[in-house]
């Protein structure tokens, strides 16, 4: 049996792909707070933890899931200070049922305060 691998590309000036099907599967790439033209959103740790999950939501729904499909989260925060702040707004898009998850402290790229990656199921191919 030979399992396809379909990139999705990203349409910002970095080498990376979107997203990743495969075998059943829906792999994003990290999302930081941005606009869709790609630009940084700032603002206090709600307003950049609801467009990295917009953004988040785009592609699953470009691959024809939402977020119920989600099952595994690794989400990155500047400082755990913002944890609270942070599943205020987290848990709206996660209406269907909460994915594994972690959730660890570390400097981020751009200097935002979140940065979000999931792992969806989306069937088999």
Request: avoid cysteine.
């Amino acid at each position: 049996m030979s399992t396809s691998i379909q990139r999705i590309p990203s349409n910002l000036p970095f080498p990376f792909s979107k997203a990743i099907k495969v075998g059943g599967f829906l792999f994003l790439s990290g999302q930081v707070p941005m606009t869709r033209e790609g630009e940084v959103v700032r603002g206090d740790i709600q307003a950049q933890t609801r467009a990295t999950l917009e953004r988040i939501g785009e592609t699953l729904a470009q691959s024809g899931v939402g977020f119920g499909q989600v099952i595994k989260a690794t989400v990155w925060l500047s400082d755990m200070a913002h944890f609270a702040g942070f599943n205020e707004v987290y848990k709206a898009f996660f209406t269907e049922g909460y994915p594994v998850r972690s959730t660890v402290s570390a400097g981020l790229a751009l200097g935002v305060d979140v940065e979000i990656e999931v792992q969806a199921w989306i069937g088999q191919d």
